[in-house]
């Protein structure tokens, strides 16, 4: 068990561009988080899937981001056409319904975007 | 809606002293978990303690308990004889469901600084 996995942990680019992230869950969790974590804040919830399925999304989440989790493994986030305002850590977390306890959700160790 | 209110934005405390870090909530959802997590300058989320809001008795997880009081609609975080390492951001978060990591929302945030 090698915890949450995210790629790339530091992203630049220029306003415009897209960019994608991608997050490796543990491998047993069934559930799958995004938040938003900009300087000086707690995280924001962004959206959630439970295998396969995208269940929740917050308004955080404009027309500009999408994400996917294809086949209930590994997940991406995309970004269209950033803005300045996107700079923040992209933290992805999972958690799993079928432990006994499901209170915990394991978090990675972010992805840090910076749109220039 | 929910609300996390972390009204310190900043701790110090002693080597081997307690310290509690505060947090009150606000939601009207009668179900509801309340997180407290920890995040080193590493940037990873780690995940501390948990209370559920129909739990009785008030959670531990070794040097970590939370004091829950539902009618003060608090849920303080002791740390009992701190630790160098306990140096980091402490974040208070809240979930929609009780037992369940679900779209969780978080606080500001408390810096605490564990001095020699």
């Known amino acids: 068990d090698t915890g949450v996995s995210q790629d790339p942990r530091h992203k630049i680019t220029k306003r415009g561009q897209n960019v994608t992230f991608r997050c490796d869950p543990i491998s047993e969790h069934n559930r799958l988080y995004w938040y938003r974590q900009t300087l000086g804040q707690g995280p924001e919830f962004l959206t959630y899937f439970q295998n396969e399925a995208q269940l929740e999304k917050s308004r955080l989440l404009s027309d500009r981001f999408s994400a996917e989790r294809p086949k209930g493994s590994f997940s991406t986030l995309e970004i269209q056409r950033t803005e300045q305002g996107d700079s923040a850590m992209y933290l992805c977390?999972?958690?799993?319904?079928?432990?006994?306890?499901?209170?915990?959700?394991?978090f990675g160790q972010g992805t840090r975007l910076t749109v220039v | 809606a929910q609300k996390i209110t972390q009204t310190q934005p900043g701790m110090f405390v002693q080597e081997k002293e307690a310290v509690t870090l505060d947090c009150t909530y606000d939601t009207s959802d009668p179900s509801y978990g309340l997180f407290w997590y920890k995040q080193p300058s590493s940037g990873e989320m780690i995940f501390l303690i948990y209370q559920g809001s129909y739990d009785q008795q008030n959670a531990t997880e070794g040097r970590y308990s939370l004091n829950f009081q539902k009618a003060r609609k608090s849920a303080n975080l002791v740390i009992s004889a701190s630790q160098l390492g306990d140096s980091a951001m402490y974040f208070c978060?809240?979930?929609?469901?009780?037992?369940?990591?679900?779209?969780?929302?978080f606080g500001s945030g408390t810096q605490l600084t564990v001095l020699p």
């Open positions: 978060a809240m979930s929609r469901t009780s037992g369940s990591a679900r779209q969780l929302t």
């Open positions: 977390a999972s958690s799993s319904t079928r432990q006994w306890r499901n209170t915990e959700a394991f």
